[in-house]
């Protein structure tokens, strides 16, 4: 047996020839392809192109749950010049070309994430192998950080599973599990996690006698007949970019540039396609999109390491949760679906139905996307329970409440759990605005109690809020967040004040848009603006979404906490009055009985004023006075820093990930720009726009939200 070891590889061959070189990065949970490792695994290409006596090579991952992470994001956010992310670029496409062009097969032996660059490295191999296992996802993501694969990705891979289901995958960022990789020809082949060894003998055996390459390369899909006529290609591009437009609006420019690199490059031999694709990556790259969105993706990162908490966290097995309505049912899915067990208390049996039929539609909807099979449903639908009384709950580790916002009625259900919970049982409340001291000031146990502050639909909303009360001690912390991340979620500890962190800066941005209108603004002019700045639905839709009586009872709490700047809307009052409470009474701004909403001509006879404003007026009023709220809450340590808010504003109210979030946005626009525009509103419009004394300092610093010099 030859071995060969290197820093982050190492390389064997045994009697037969059969050669297997293991990636391993040391002290490092993934492996990435750094410029120094891209160098290293080349350097041992160029060896292996010399020995004769190779009959495959294996490629294979040290760590538990990854494979190939894919390259190194930070050195492309880094490079902010063409002739640097090309020369990043080509080193890439070069030596995965080198690998390609080995004189005997290659095989990547894919368990665990194998994404980006991992899998452009996996299509240069002759073969690919994947397991089963669920924490393989084998995909093309770049173009959620606002570029397309650079490494031979948009080249190598309509070859395998046609031009029309490539397109598809790259620009949608897809990321498939091992066993839909296999039916769409991404791999060879897929086995559980056990098997990959006798699936490596078979392949050995396969390529020893000669047959392996004739028996795999039939079953492979490859282009269909139809999509080598353009005419074909055309439409399909055609409709791709339509979904891609109506999808973004156009501020997403690297989707659009995907489907441009397969129309220019299908067809045409390799070294011109690179050629297109390292093109066009290096112009996207070097986008401020890119770059935002780079940033987030890095953020999200940190948060997937924050425990916000000293101590160590509890395992969660049995879960509860009363109050089974949107909220509630939500939660119970998300916690459901990562296999722990759900017991649902309402004080109705109907409602606990319509609970459970919302679970199972949450799950028929994932079924349809291939994505769970009608058996997985059955076995995670088995494991909820459900009781009209307080029963069955003895065994609970974590109880959360999802009931009406009202500290009386939430307050009772707490006392009656808490005699029948566990001692160390932790209580979560999903309150959006109430005080979590407040909450747990009846309790025996308030150290066990926490809010964790869900968003609407809960099966698609990433962001839970997580908030201690002034006795909620540090393993509650710690287990809740661990907790939540388990369900799929983004934890973001913020601190404990009215509206908390999302709500408090949102509702300033809701109440100029209703201010703006009072004044005699159009209703769809605020609207149309606000979304071609990029947010995902106009300021008065989103209240129409959330509930006009919503959003004034959270405007209440905070002009009472906060005073006249978030003073209630006359006309949101006047709006519950009528009955106009949005979408769930089918009248709101919004006339939502048709098909196509309408106007409330209704509404508009509230309107005080005439004035008509510039677009970019409207833009400033709504936006701007969202960052001082935002500055304000930093100033406050309502949370840790700018870059977790703005990843609360991303996930909590979609702000435009293309901006980076709302104080990079700030940033981006400048500091004294802020306050210049914030202290005109002040003196045309009122004090609310006083600019926020976080704001004043920064300036007076020449400092930014994110840490740099102006």
Known sequence: MMRTKTENFEFTKDHRGIGTLVFDIPESRVNVLTTSVLDEFASYLDTLQQDKTIQALFIESGKEKNFIAGADIHEIQAAHDEQHITALVQKGQDIFSKLENLPFPTIAMINGACLGGGLELSLSCTYRIATSDPHTRIGLPEVNLGILPGFGGTQRLYP??????????????????????LKLGVVDACVPRGYLGFKKEEFILGILQGNLDKQLRTKRKGVAWYERLPPVRNIISSIVQKKVLAKTHGHYPAPLAIIKVLQESFGKPLAEGLRIEREAVTKLALTTISKNLIELFFISEQLKKETFSTAAAKEIHQSAIVGTGAMGSGIAWALNNQDINVRLKDINTASVGNAVGTIRNIYEGIKKRGRLSEREIALKMDKITFSTECEGFASTDFLLEAVNEDIDVKQKVYLEFEAVLKA??????????????????????????IGMHFFNPVNRMPLVEIISG??????????????????????????????????????????????????????????????????????????DQVGVDIGEKVSGILHQAYGERMAVSGTMTRMVEQGWLGKKTGIGFYNHKSKRPELNTGVVKLQTGHEKLEEQTIQDRALFIMINEAARCLQEEVVDNARYLDMAMVMGTGFPAFRGGLMRYADEIGIDQVISRLSQFRVDYGERFAPSNLLLTLADNKETFYGGAT
């Not at 395998?160 to 990789?181: D, F, N, P, T």
């Not at 109430?434 to 009846?442: D, G, V």
């Not at 999302?502 to 149309?528: C, S, W």
């Open 424 to 449: 160390d049982a932790i209580i979560a409340s999903n309150t959006s605005s109430l005080s979590i001291t407040a909450l747990a000031k009846k309790l025996a146990y308030p150290n066990r109690f």
């Open 160 to 181: 395998l599973v046609g031009y029309a289901k490539a397109m598809e995958l790259i620009v949608g960022g897809k990321r498939l599990r091992g066993e839909k990789a």
């Open 470 to 543: 002034e006795k909620t001690d540090e393993e509650t912390i710690a287990t809740v967040v661990k907790l939540t991340k388990q369900m799929g979620k983004t934890p973001i500890k913020v601190k404990e004040s009215a509206g908390f962190l999302v709500n408090r800066v949102l509702l300033p941005y809701l109440k100029e848009a209703v201010t703006m209108f009072e004044e005699g603004e159009d209703i769809k002019n605020i609207d149309k603006v606000l979304l071609a700045f990029g947010m995902p639905m106009g300021p008065l839709a989103l209240i």
